[in-house]
């Protein structure tokens, strides 16, 4: 989501002259695009604001831009700590961050715009379909700072993908649950059908679906629609249903397993996140997790140590001792790593479409990464038969 919506601002601030560099020294603006969905990513951010200082002193007409989760949820504070921040522009406030920069006097739009030439370069286009998020996960921030959930029009969505298509193959659909997609009625199913409609589309991904949404007629579209991508990321958080439980997760241990099977009967690779030592987590409960994830057989996984984040239930708490948190995050991870290599074994032999990403690799429609000698041309999709794997990439 932070991506795309870097992406967006950067259009904008096309339109005002700037162009892409990431040589600080060569900048006259440096963005910074904030997650706050970690206490750790926060810190990054405010340091990183505050050694701008220097950087700002240094050359009149510098600017900056602090934008994202954590100016949301710290906006005040930062703008009292951080005076050298020009503009501050929380999450909630994107949709307006063009008028924002019209209103500042800070920026004037100029007539013959540069063009986004980076953004065109890459083989997926993301396309934001919804903002905010109506669950309200007891660990998580995000629906403080987004806001309740809230679907584009389709017609809005599906412009936005055609436009993406002309120069990207892939379209990625983007919400923080995103098959929780509805407007008036116009369901996610619906809308995924219809983006595979598009004849310059060649295949369709998208981030973050939530278990508790997926539904009977995601698993008919699917069946009917080779474009979208057999590949899932499905946060699980924790394999045990107590835990899920205690963190809101709307869904049982069991349930998600069911869903995993119906996908894998689709052919789907399937990667997630993993809360680890989320303060009710017993050893039990830690050991159920670890065998969901064999049982589930991920192709990947985000695994994280719980992060207590202010004005969440989760953060009212007691945690975990660190070293016992640590030392499940290594079990896991190892865990993890044999999946992994699993999943890339398990395809040799196998043919596997790849949509080249650069000239020498790409990935297939598992989200498994493939490299070859031979040179391709970028964006073009090819069935390959696949001879080898090391475990962390397809030959
Ligand atoms: S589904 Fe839960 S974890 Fe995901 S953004 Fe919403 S509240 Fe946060």
Known sequence: MNEADSEEMLLH??????QKTSVLNEADL???NTCTIRDHAEHRALSYLGRLAKWKAEKQGRKIIFAGCAAER???????????ADIICGAKSLDKFPEILEKSSLFKPIKTANTPKEASKKVTGQVSIMRGCS???AYCIVPYVRGEAS???PEIVLENCRQKAKTHPEIMLLGQTVNAY????FTFAKLLEEVCKIPEVKRVRFLSPHPVFIKDDFYKVVQDNKKIARHLHLPLQSGSTKVLKDMKRLYTAEEYFEIIKNLKQLDFLISTDIIVGYPTETEEDFKQTLELVKKCNFSFAYCFKFSPREGTPAAELKEIPQKIVENRLNILLNEIRECSALAYKSRI???EEILFETKNSGRTSGNLWYRTNTLEKVGTIKEILIK??????LK
């Open 13 to 18: 601030l096309f339109g005002f002259g700037y």
């Open 30 to 32: 440096v963005l910074i």
């Open 74 to 84: 710290l906006g005040k504070l930062v703008q009292k700590r951080f005076p050298q």
């Open 135 to 137: 669950c309200k996960c």
């Open 151 to 153: 679907s584009i029009s």
């Open 182 to 185: 509805n407007y008036k009625g």
């Open 349 to 351: 032999g196998q043919k």
């Open 388 to 393: 080898d794997s090391n475990g962390k990439i």
